[in-house]
C-alpha cells in the first residue's frame, strides 16, 4: 500500500529555497508526473522521495512509515533515472537479476520474478544480448525492470525518456504507463516533456520557484488551469489584457481597448478590475460560429508543421494572435495579409487576475 | 554558387560507415534542418563540415573553396554551437567582444562591431550581465551574437535546444529561426525533432544509415514523403498491409485482411501486388455519419489518450487492425470515449501506397 505522503517538506541550498513547504499526497496505484521549469525542485522532489536527498524540514512518509532517516536501499522503492544505467558487460538477464543475486535472495524466486519483468518488457527473444546491442528504448524498458526486481510497488521516474529519441520516447510511455498499471504500482515520474506528463499520468502537478502551483488531471489542467503561468505552461495560449467593463449571468465581458471586447464564462473578477484573458490556439477558430467571441484582423504569417497551421492575426489593438488550425482535405489555404473574423467561445476564455509583477514576468518560462 | 558543397563525402569510423557518399549543396542564407534517428550521422556531417572531422573520401567547399585539411579555426565563415556554451567568468560584453579581441582588431573597430551586434539580438542593456544572471533565451542570443562579432557566416547548430524544457523551445525556435534570417546568415541545424524541423527550415535533409534518404522544403517532404521510412518518420502514420485488388483511372482498391477494401487515388498500381497504405494520424477523422468520397470504416474506440492540445485514439476495425487518429481539440470538436462506435474517415488522396517492403514493414519503422 505505498501511498506517498509529503508534509511541509523544504530543502535548502545556500539561500536558494529548491523545496519550499511542499504539500503532495500520491495516493495508492497513482501515476503522477511532476513538470516545471528548469530550476523549480522537481528533481530535488524526487530525489527526497527516494532517500538520495534529505529534507531540512518537513516530513515524508511512504506507506504511512516516516522514511526521513531511512536509507534509500531500506524504502522499497524502484528508482529509474535518465541516463541509461544498465551494466554493460552483463546480458540483460543478468542485469535484472543481479540486484535479487547480491542480495543473496533464493534464486528460483528471482528467476521466476525476472521471468516475469521480462515478458512485461516484451524483450523476451533478447535476454542474452548485451546492452549495446539494443536500442535505447529497450536497454530503458530493461533498466525499469531491474528497478522492479525488489517487487517494490513503488516507481521513481526522474526524466527516465529524457535521453531518448523523440520518436522512441512517444512509444515508450505509453508502454510504461501499461506496465505501472498492469503491475498495480504507484509512480512518480518528472519529466520536462509536458506533452509526456499529459499522456502518461493520472494527475500532473506543476511545480513553479520550489512550491507546487497547481495540480490536476491532464484533461482539466489544459483546460481549465487555475494559474496563469499554468496556462502557458501546459500548451501555448494566447493572452489578451483588458478590464472588466460588465458581468452578467452568462459571464464576463472584457473591454480589450481600441473597441476590441471579449465575453468569458469566468464571474470570479470586479468590474473595473484589470484582467487578463486567455485562449488555446486551436480553440480560436477562422470564421463565424454561434454564440462565439468575433475578432477582426490580418494574418501577418503562416506557419506550417505538418498538417497543422499555425496562424498569426493582428488585432486592431495591434496585440498579436496565433490560432492553430488542422487542415481538412480540400480546404482553400489562407493568404498571409489577408482580412479574417476569428471566433472563440466564452467557455474557451479563461480569465485571470491581472499579475502585479507584469505579465511578461508571471508567464516567464525560465 | 552555393555557399557549401559537399561532394561524395563519405566517412567511416572502423566498420562502421557513419556517412556514404554525401552530395549536398546549400545556398547562401538557406536554413537547412538535418532531421534523422540517432545513429544516422547527422553530428557526423556537422563535424566534417566545421572541420572537426576529416572525411575519407569526397570534398567539401565553402564560399567555392576547397577546404579539406583546413583547421577549424581557419574555416573563417563557419561557426559550430556547442550547447551554446558562454564564457561564465565573463559578461555580456566581454564574451561578444572575444573573438575580435583574439584577433587583435584595434580597439575601436571592437567597441563598434560588438555595440552593434548587441543591439541587433536586443541585449545592448545587458551587457555587463555574467552569463548566470541571463535567462536560456539571453544566453542563446548572446552565443549568436558573440559568433557573428567573431565573423560567422554560417551557422552550424547541433541539437541547439536538446536539454531545454519542451515548452521553451518552441519559443526559442522561431526566434533563433528570425534572428538568423534578419542577419541574412547560412544555418545548418541538426534535430531529431521532425515538428522542430518543420516548423524552422527552408529545407529538411533527412539522412538514414549514413545516406540521404530525401530531401525537400518541409511541405514537400510532408507531402511526398518518398519512402516508408520518411513517411514513419516524419509527422507519424498508420500501416496497413494489403492486397492491390482493382486499378483503373480513378485509382485503386486495395483489399486489406479480413476483405476490408480501401480506394486509393494512386493507379499506378499492380494488380495483385502486396503493398502498404500509409495515412497519417492527424488525416483521420472520427466520427458518427460517413463522408461521402471518403474512406469510411467502421470501429471500436479502445483508447482515448489526451497527449495535450490533442487527443490519440485508437479505433479497432471489423477486421480486427488497429488505426489512430490524432484530433486537435479545436473550438467545437467532440470527444468520444472508450468503447463508443465510431465512423473511421479518411480521403483516398491521403493514402499514401508503397510497395511492401523486402525485409519486412516493422524493420522500416523500427529503425526509427
Redesign the interface.
Known amino acids: 500500500m505505498p501511498e506517498v505522503k509529503l508534509v511541509n517538506v523544504t530543502k535548502r541550498y545556500g539561500r536558494i529555497v529548491a523545496n519550499d513547504h511542499i504539500n503532495l499526497t500520491i495516493r495508492d496505484k497513482e501515476y503522477v508526473s511532476v513538470i516545471g521549469?528548469?530550476g523549480c525542485g522537481k528533481t530535488t522532489l524526487i530525489k527526497s522521495i527516494a532517500g538520495i536527498i534529505e529534507p531540512d524540514e518537513g516530513e515524508i512518509y511512504i506507506g504511512g512509515r516516516l522514511v526521513n532517516k531511512v536509507p534509500i536501499e531500506d524504502r522499497e522503492i524502484g528508482y529509474v533515472f535518465q541516463n541509461i544505467a544498465l551494466f554493460p558487460h552483463m546480458t540483460v538477464w543478468d542485469n535484472i537479476t543481479y540486484g535479487p543475486k547480491v542480495r543473496g535472495y533464493p534464486p528460483e524466486e528471482t528467476e521466476t520474478i525476472a521471468r516475469e519483468m521480462i515478458e512485461m518488457i516484451k524483450v523476451a527473444a533478447r535476454t542474452d544480448a548485451y546492452p549495446d546491442e539494443l536500442s535505447?528504448g529497450t536497454q530503458q524498458k530493461t533498466a525499469v525492470a531491474r528497478a522492479l526486481m525488489t517487487r517494490s510497488k513503488l516507481l521513481l521516474l526522474d526524466e527516465p525518456l529524457g535521453a531518448l529519441?523523440?520518436?522512441?520516447r512517444?512509444a515508450l510511455r505509453?508502454e510504461l504507463r501499461r506496465i505501472v498499471k498492469d503491475l498495480g504500482l504507484t509512480a512518480l515520474h518528472v519529466t520536462?516533456?509536458?506533452?509526456?506528463a499529459?499522456?502518461i499520468s493520472d494527475r500532473v502537478v506543476v511545480m513553479r520557484r520550489g512550491r507546487i502551483i497547481e495540480s490536476g488531471k491532464?484533461?482539466e489542467l489544459?483546460m481549465r488551469p487555475k494559474n496563469i503561468f499554468t496556462a502557458?505552461?501546459?500548451?501555448?495560449a494566447n493572452f489578451l489584457a483588458g478590464k472588466v467593463e460588465r458581468i452578467t449571468e452568462e459571464g464576463s465581458l472584457i473591454d480589450l481597448g481600441d473597441g476590441l471586447k471579449i465575453m468569458t464564462k469566468d464571474r470570479n473578477m470586479k468590474v473595473g478590475d484589470r484582467v487578463v484573458t486567455a485562449f488555446?490556439p486551436?480553440?480560436?477558430?477562422l470564421g463565424k460560429?454561434e454564440g462565439?467571441n468575433t475578432l477582426s484582423g490580418k494574418i501577418t504569417n503562416i506557419?506550417?508543421?505538418?498538417?497543422?497551421l499555425r496562424i498569426h492575426v493582428e488585432l486592431p489593438n495591434e496585440n498579436e494572435i496565433i490560432i492553430?488550425?488542422?487542415l481538412q482535405?480540400?480546404e482553400p489555404l489562407p493568404k498571409i495579409g489577408g482580412k479574417v473574423t476569428v471566433?472563440?467561445?466564452p467557455e474557451?476564455v479563461l480569465m485571470y487576475p491581472y499579475p502585479e509583477r507584469g505579465l511578461y514576468r508571471e508567464l516567464?518560462?525560465? | 554558387m552555393s555557399l557549401v558543397k559537399l561532394v561524395n563525402v563519405t566517412k567511416r569510423f572502423g566498420k562502421i560507415i557513419a556517412l556514404k557518399g554525401i552530395n549536398l549543396s546549400i545556398e547562401d542564407g538557406e536554413y537547412v534542418c538535418i532531421l534523422g534517428p540517432t545513429g544516422a550521422g547527422k553530428t557526423t556531417l556537422l563535424r566534417i563540415i566545421a572541420g572537426l572531422l576529416e572525411p575519407d573520401v569526397g570534398e567539401i567547399y565553402i564560399g567555392g573553396k576547397r577546404v579539406n585539411g583546413v583547421p577549424p579555426e581557419e574555416r573563417n565563415a563557419v561557426y559550430m554551437f556547442q550547447n551554446f556554451a558562454l564564457f561564465p567568468h565573463m559578461n555580456v560584453w566581454q564574451n561578444v567582444s572575444f573573438g575580435p579581441v583574439i584577433k587583435e582588431w584595434d580597439s575601436e573597430k571592437i567597441k563598434n562591431v560588438t555595440s552593434e551586434v548587441l543591439e541587433m539580438v536586443r541585449l545592448g542593456e545587458r551587457r555587463d550581465a555574467y552569463p548566470n544572471e541571463l535567462s536560456g533565451g539571453m544566453q542563446q542570443r548572446v552565443a549568436l551574437a558573440r559568433g557573428i562579432a567573431a565573423g560567422a557566416r554560417i551557422l552550424l547548430l547541433d541539437e541547439p535546444f536538446g536539454a531545454l524544457d519542451a515548452r521553451l523551445r518552441v519559443n526559442l525556435r522561431t526566434q533563433l529561426r528570425n534572428l538568423v534570417k534578419d542577419q541574412g546568415l547560412t544555418t545548418i541545424h541538426v534535430t531529431h525533432d521532425q515538428e522542430e524541423a518543420l516548423m524552422v527550415a527552408d529545407r529538411i535533409v533527412i539522412l538514414r544509415e549514413g545516406r540521404i534518404e530525401q530531401m525537400g522544403s518541409p511541405q514537400e517532404i510532408y507531402t511526398n514523403p518518398k519512402s516508408i521510412f520518411v513517411m514513419s518518420f516524419v509527422g507519424g502514420a498508420n500501416f496497413l498491409d494489403g492486397v492491390v485488388s482493382t486499378v483503373d483511372a480513378s485509382g485503386s482498391i486495395i483489399e486489406l485482411r479480413g476483405g476490408l477494401r480501401i480506394q486509393v487515388s494512386d493507379s499506378n498500381q499492380r494488380l495483385g501486388g502486396r503493398v502498404v497504405i500509409a495515412v497519417r494520424r492527424e488525416d483521420i477523422s472520427l466520427g458518427k455519419s460517413r463522408k461521402r468520397g471518403f474512406n469510411n470504416l467502421i470501429g471500436e474506440v479502445v483508447d482515448a489518450m489526451f497527449v495535450g492540445g490533442s487527443i490519440e485514439y485508437v479505433v479497432r476495425l471489423e477486421n480486427d487492425m488497429s488505426i489512430s487518429s490524432r484530433i486537435l481539440l479545436e473550438g467545437e470538436s467532440r470527444i468520444f470515449q472508450k468503447g463508443d462506435v465510431v465512423i473511421v474517415s479518411f480521403h483516398p488522396s491521403e493514402c499514401y501506397v508503397f510497395p511492401y517492403p523486402e525485409r519486412g514493414l516493422l524493420k522500416e519503422i523500427e529503425a526509427i
Not at chain 1, 529519441?165 to 522512441?168: A, Q, R, S
Not at chain 1, 520536462?192 to 509526456?196: A, C, L, M, R
Open positions: 521549469p528548469s535505447g529519441d523523440l520518436k522512441v512517444a505509453y520536462h516533456d509536458q506533452e509526456e499529459m499522456s491532464p484533461l489544459y502557458n505552461f501546459v500548451g501555448e488555446r486551436e480553440f480560436a477558430v460560429i462565439g506557419v506550417y508543421s505538418g498538417s497543422l492553430k488550425k488542422a482535405f480540400g471566433s472563440v467561445l474557451n516567464s518560462l525560465e
